[in-house]
DNA sequence: TTGAAAGCGCTAACAG
DNA sequence: CTGTTAGCGCTTTCAA
């Protein structure tokens, strides 16, 4: 038997015997044969492989994203292969160009905002390549993601609306991360508008926990004793400031309001609702992998596709009028 | 110039003139050169990925044993590619076959229990195999963890040393996760000594959060009223609890102790410090990556090595003598 | 339904 | 220091 018969059985292609095939099959199982697929994709220039470029995993908010990528490509034969940032444009440079070398069949990467070297790269791949979580730009094929300036602007509106005015903003510095700085802009906009100016703000580095957040609060509300509201950038963070306002009996909300960021199911069953609001992370996941998963099964080299999910507020008890 | 002098100057390898050198370099730059690495692995039989097989990402273990892992592969030329099992064995079986068909330079892969199959291809794979977290049991070529059998007990023996003799245990489901269930096993044997039975038991499938420790303890509470001491499979469903204990006025530790598992830092700054035990995440990864690297660096096909790492317990506030 | 030949893009090995 | 030749393990294409 040649082995062109074997490669046909092995990958249900062609008309093969019943016969045949049985035989193929059994020596496969006997000898333990796993095929080689690098020579696979060289002959074939398919790879079933799909890049996807992210910051980190420690920041819960891509656990979900990848689950729904993960989810979502289940079933189509292709595979996920994720590669980390660390938030480093040159980090991202060498991962993109490490994964590209493997001719993935496409690209999903986190955030707008490139090198123009990876810009270069993504929009030479031939590849579909989605943009993901943010929608504040110019993709260089498809995008999937909120307006984080958006999700500013309507945090704003609501913490404004109920009569707030004292406002301060905790984050991590922001160089680094767009995302955070595109929703301190949208926020800082309608506040202009209000005529409120950000009262304090307080900056981090590291990697955010509950007790970053406390520290974080602790800070701000002695530096400014007349603060009536706090926005986060995270969740965490920003349960960390509602612990600290609890075990020091500052009311909440009726002396500071408090609001987060990315509304993370873990910390449901804190003593009470963090106002937060939905980056709609699994959706993005599902339906970035939707776009690179029919682009690349209809052979296309573009997804071209923009879509912008809302962010959805929740109020839990932390935002509540007064 | 022939696409062999290229190929020397694109990876660094043999004597090439530095003019010519930089006439390739600046040739590479200017058509956005990215080489194939497909053929490359093809003709060299040298892949520069190792295998990392998890669970999942949303369970706040493994992001860090990640972390571990990509920090000691840098600078080794080394990548790690990523796969999940969402801990269903036949799903495992297919990540495994799947990485393995790109022929990778290790693997990595988390727990010790896996399908026949999958245990075959580890050992047929023909490279450094390190079975992760857990070294209760043996390893198909090396494994880096700790013993959960050991966990328990540790955590068993400081909760009977301090009185406590009503005692609960409240986890996942456990015929999915070896690793809870050992140290289940390792817990009661101490107890059992001790001559003294789980008093109740509460179970959860799906995601963990606080609200889902809210509820158990809740539950369990309520069932059994006498309790003194909760024994959690995570530290976020003992957060959960703890954030239940101090709402509802119960005194901890005195009416009740409690203890979780995985010293998870992102908790840090809870009303009280959660009694807990650190799995030595970041360590492990650290660990087996390093096995990895060298192995592959010497061209051995094992990496053969049996490292047992040592909980560390912490007691926290909420397991104190009371 | 099966087989034979050619070649995917690169690198090992050797020659110049 | 640079070039040539062969071939990695598959799949594509075409022939039988």
């Given at each position: 038997m040649s082995e062109m018969t074997v490669s046909r059985v092995l990958r249900n292609r062609g008309d093969v015997s019943e016969a045949t095939r049985d035989r193929v099959l059994a020596a496969a199982k006997r000898l333990g044969y796993v095929p080689n697929r690098i020579a696979g994709a060289l002959a074939s220039s398919r790879v079933n492989l799909v890049?996807?470029?992210?910051?980190?995993?420690?920041?819960l908010v891509f656990p979900e994203v990848l689950t729904g990528i993960s989810e979502q490509l289940q079933g189509t034969g292709l595979q996920p292969v994720i590669g980390f940032t660390n938030y480093l444009p040159e980090r991202e440079e060498e991962v993109l160009y490490e994964m590209l070398s493997w001719r993935p069949s496409g690209v999903i990467i986190a955030g707008l905002?490139?090198?123009?070297?990876?810009?270069?790269?993504?929009?030479?791949?031939?590849?579909?390549?989605?943009?993901?979580?943010?929608?504040?730009?110019?993709?260089?094929?498809?995008?999937?993601?909120?307006?984080?300036?958006?999700?500013?602007?309507?945090?704003?509106?609501a913490i404004v609306e109920q009569g707030y005015r004292r406002i301060a903003f905790l984050g991590t510095k922001m160089p680094l991360d767009h995302?955070?700085?595109?929703?301190f802009e949208g926020f800082t906009e309608i506040l202009a508008?209000?005529?409120?100016?950000?009262?304090?703000?307080?900056?981090?580095?590291?990697?955010?926990?509950?007790?970053?957040?406390?520290?974080?609060?602790?800070?701000v509300l002695r530096r400014s004793p007349d603060l009536d509201f706090l926005?986060?950038?995270?969740?965490?963070?920003?349960?960390?400031?509602?612990?600290?306002?609890?075990?020091?009996?500052?009311?909440?909300?009726?002396?500071?309001?408090?609001?987060?960021?990315?509304?993370?199911?873990l910390l449901d069953g804190l003593p009470m609702r963090l106002a937060t609001m939905d980056a709609r992370r699994r959706e993005i996941g599902l339906k970035a992998a939707e776009l690179v998963a029919t682009a690349a099964a209809e052979g296309r080299e573009r997804a071209e596709a923009r879509i912008e999910l809302a962010p959805a507020l929740s109020l839990g008890d932390t935002l509540l009028r007064r």
């Open positions: 890049a996807v470029i992210i910051p980190s995993v420690s920041n905002e490139h090198t123009a070297p990876a810009r270069a790269m993504l929009s030479n791949a031939g590849v579909p390549v989605v943009e993901i979580m943010d929608t504040d730009g110019e993709p260089v094929d498809a995008m999937v993601g909120i307006s984080h300036r958006r999700a500013g602007r309507e945090m704003a509106r995302r955070a700085r595109k929703r508008k209000a005529g409120i100016e950000i009262a304090d703000r307080e900056f981090y580095e590291g990697g955010s926990g509950l007790a970053k957040g406390r520290q974080m609060t602790e800070a926005y986060y950038s995270n969740d965490m963070i920003g349960a960390g400031g509602l612990l600290y306002c609890l075990d020091n009996g500052i009311d909440v909300p009726g002396k500071v309001g408090l609001a987060g960021f990315n509304n993370v199911e």
